[in-house]
């Protein structure tokens, strides 16, 4: 009982995190598209896969995208398109680093290495495909136009789950060192 209640205070609390982070204005524009903005409200999603597993981890994106399609005054209004491809986002990039755990077994460092690798390619195919069906019919950009700007989408897409990995990892090592001291 002492695990799962364990389990379901730090899935509240990092999905708490994630939404704040999504809610404070911490956005940085990409300059490649200033359209798309990096944030850190993928790092305590990330961390939960690391610390509890994809259930958590895939729990807390999904009460994540359901605030960001919500209004979040006083900084940001209701965005119901940007809560889907949020979500799907951070959840390909926690597919991701579930595959590298799972190929790792446990070796924090391969698994950081793999989960840069796996969270990356498993976000920049999904994201990709969004991207190329949900712009046109959402925004009814032609499906040319989507193509040219696939590029630029993967490079932040690439970047982002990076620095959510690298961030993530960092945490998970902070926490290991304090329940380990217990």
Do not use: H, W
């Not at 809610?23 to 409200?41: A, N």
Request: charged letters at 15%; glycine letters at 4%.
């Amino acid at each position: 009982m002492k695990r799962l209640s364990k389990r379901i205070s730090l899935t509240s609390l990092m999905a708490a995190l994630a939404v704040s982070c999504e809610v404070l204005p911490l956005d940085v524009p990409f300059p490649l598209m200033t359209r798309l903005t990096f944030d850190p409200t993928g790092i305590p999603l990330a961390f939960l896969v690391l610390a509890c597993g994809f259930k958590e981890g895939a729990i807390a994106t999904l009460i994540t995208a359901l605030v960001i399609s919500m209004p979040r005054p006083p900084f940001k209004p209701p965005n119901p398109f940007g809560a889907l491809m949020k979500g799907l986002a951070e959840l390909s990039t926690l597919v991701g680093i579930y595959i590298a755990i799972s190929a790792s077994k446990k070796d924090m460092k391969r698994t950081l290495a793999y989960a840069m690798l796996s969270g990356s390619i498993v976000r920049v195919i999904v994201m990709s495909i969004a991207n190329f069906f949900l712009l046109p019919l959402f925004f009814r950009i032609p499906q040319s136009v989507v193509l040219s700007l696939l590029i630029p989408i993967a490079v932040f897409n690439i970047i982002q789950a990076v620095l959510n990995i690298v961030g993530a990892s960092f945490l998970y090592k902070i926490y290991n060192v304090i329940i380990t001291s217990k």
